[in-house]
């Protein structure tokens, strides 16, 4: 927008906005509904004409995890990661993007070669994510290295046991691991017994079809184990194909059969050319586990590929929406599988950015921000999506080019003496101290300029912006909401200066 505003403001040339903008943007509103986003080429034909879901739950006990078992594998081989431009550690980063879980995959006796994923491995990241304040999934493999639906291969130290040796390794091991985690300070919250169980584990005597019982006691002594360390520890069934009704019940049924039990059921989510069409029947097959079984469910793995990341925004978003629609609260949330892990091979389904090391917009989809960066709308907007514009010059307030990271930031600027504020009211959050920050940047004398934190059940807390030209972090931190929300925004009164944001963060403490 600034290459079609005309006004001289510190050496820098504004301009006032023409017929040619007022056109693209009538064309715009008239296009689309409100708040709907113009598609780009997408590799899904299935994805076009989809909108990008603003609506998302936004209670802070709302799960939204991420799976991150190659960190320390990453972080030995150099691997950096960059919270938009300030290097952070990733725990901190994925904390500040809206992660409250972590997902961390045991193995038994993993390799020389492949050495991570021991439990001392998950304890170390276990950790650190318990000194970021988050939850803990503990996925157990019952193997020595990944366990799935094409193969769930017996450890090496378990070879040629009998039904019932087997059955007490698996009491055995997960007893210790989940000890051993305790003995440092940690309790998960959740704990899955086996990964992608759709045709059993431990093969062969837990494989399926055609050993539901041999599966079911093998099962049954990793849920009494865990029940037996800790009951209040929810115990999770997963499944690969969180589309495939018939399979998670035909599973779930035989183990009710055969006298298991479980508290959630978790599913994996994968959606590729068939986009629409997998996102649907998982919403579907979810909303009949919950109605069928009253238990809690969650998407516990997802992901979309690296190189589109405004589907993946949408994926996770949408999946937030209906996890967050089902009956009773029984939609838990929703964990992303290594979203950090933007070096591996394709296809890669990371939503960090390779080359600058940061979150792309897919990792938008877990802000409790809506439109956090401003790059929901595609297009220079008077209005974005997820915001409201209040004050006496509303026109001074539009999103435009020349951002902090992205493809937009949200500008306050008019020729002649303006007073606008730009601001998002955050519902459903749990009640607790929150921190807010943004990215700004405001080269100019103001008469008042400060970012904001109001209506969370206490007196308004303003930060205000220093002259700076180039782009700073203000943050507010010690948000205590009492009442279940928080108006955040920034406050603008200037005279041909100019004031922008970008990459606003609001995280619970």
């Not at 000194?131 to 193969?151: C, E, Q, R, V």
Request: a neutral charge; aromatic letters at 10%; charged letters at 15%.
């Amino acid at each position: 927008m600034k290459s079609l505003l005309k006004a001289k403001s510190a050496g820098k040339f504004r301009y006032t906005i023409s017929a040619l903008l007022l056109s693209a943007t009538l064309l715009l509103i008239n296009g689309c509904k409100k708040n709907e986003t113009i598609n780009t080429t997408s590799p899904d034909s299935d994805t076009r004409g989809i909108r990008t879901p603003l609506t998302i739950n936004n209670n802070s006990s709302f799960l939204r995890g991420a799976d991150v078992g190659f960190i320390t594998e990453q972080e030995a081989k150099g691997r950096v990661f960059f919270n938009t431009t300030d290097q952070q550690d990733i725990f901190t980063i994925l904390k500040e993007r809206g992660i409250n879980l972590i997902r961390l995959r045991v193995w038994v006796n993993p390799t020389s070669a492949n050495q991570y994923n021991s439990i001392a491995d998950v304890v170390a990241k276990a950790v650190r994510a318990k000194n970021a304040g988050m939850k803990l999934l503990i996925d157990f493999h019952y193997s020595d290295t990944w366990a799935d639906p094409t193969k769930q291969n017996i450890p090496a130290a378990w070879s040629g046991y009998s039904l019932g040796a087997m059955e007490t390794a698996v009491s055995n091991h997960t007893t210790s691991c989940l000890n051993t985690l305790i003995a440092n300070g940690i309790t998960p919250e959740y704990v899955q017994v086996g990964n992608e169980t759709d045709y059993g584990m431990l093969w062969p005597m837990g494989q399926l079809p055609g050993n539901m019982a041999g599966y079911a006691t093998l099962y049954k002594a990793g849920y009494a184990a865990v029940k037996a360390v800790n009951s209040s520890i929810k115990v999770i069934v997963h499944f690969s194909r969180g589309y495939d009704n018939s399979n998670c019940k035909s599973v779930l049924n035989g183990l009710i059969a055969n006298g298991a039990s479980f508290d959630v059921v978790g599913v994996s989510v994968y959606p590729t050319s068939t986009y629409a069409t997998t996102m649907n029947n998982t919403k579907l097959n979810l909303q009949d586990l919950v109605t069928t079984y009253n238990k809690e469910v969650l998407v516990a793995e997802c992901g979309y590929f690296q190189n589109n990341p405004k589907t993946a925004r949408l994926m996770v978003s949408t999946l937030l929406d209906d996890l967050s629609s089902l009956p009773n609260n029984k939609g838990l949330g929703v964990c992303y599988w290594e979203p950090q892990a933007y070096d591996h091979a394709a296809p890669n389904r990371s939503i960090f950015d390779a080359t600058s090391k940061r979150p792309t917009l897919g990792m938008d989809g877990f802000s409790l921000v809506k439109n956090p960066g401003f790059e929901v709308d595609t297009v220079a907007a008077t209005s974005p999506s997820g915001w409201v514009t209040t004050g006496s010059n509303p026109d001074a307030n539009y999103t435009e080019t020349n951002p902090h990271t992205g493809l937009f930031t949200l500008t306050h600027w008019k020729s002649s003496a303006y007073n606008v504020a730009t601001s998002q009211t955050i519902t459903g959050l749990s009640n607790g101290l929150y921190t807010c920050q943004a990215w700004v940047k405001s080269p100019q004398t103001m008469v008042s300029n400060y970012l904001f934190a109001k209506d969370f059940g206490g007196t308004q807390i303003n930060q205000n912006i220093l002259i700076n030209a180039n782009w700073v972090k203000v943050t507010i931190t010690n948000i205590n909401v009492t009442n279940g929300q928080c108006t955040i925004g920034l406050n603008t009164a200037g005279n041909n200066a100019y004031c922008s944001m970008d990459d606003i963060e609001f995280y619970k403490q």
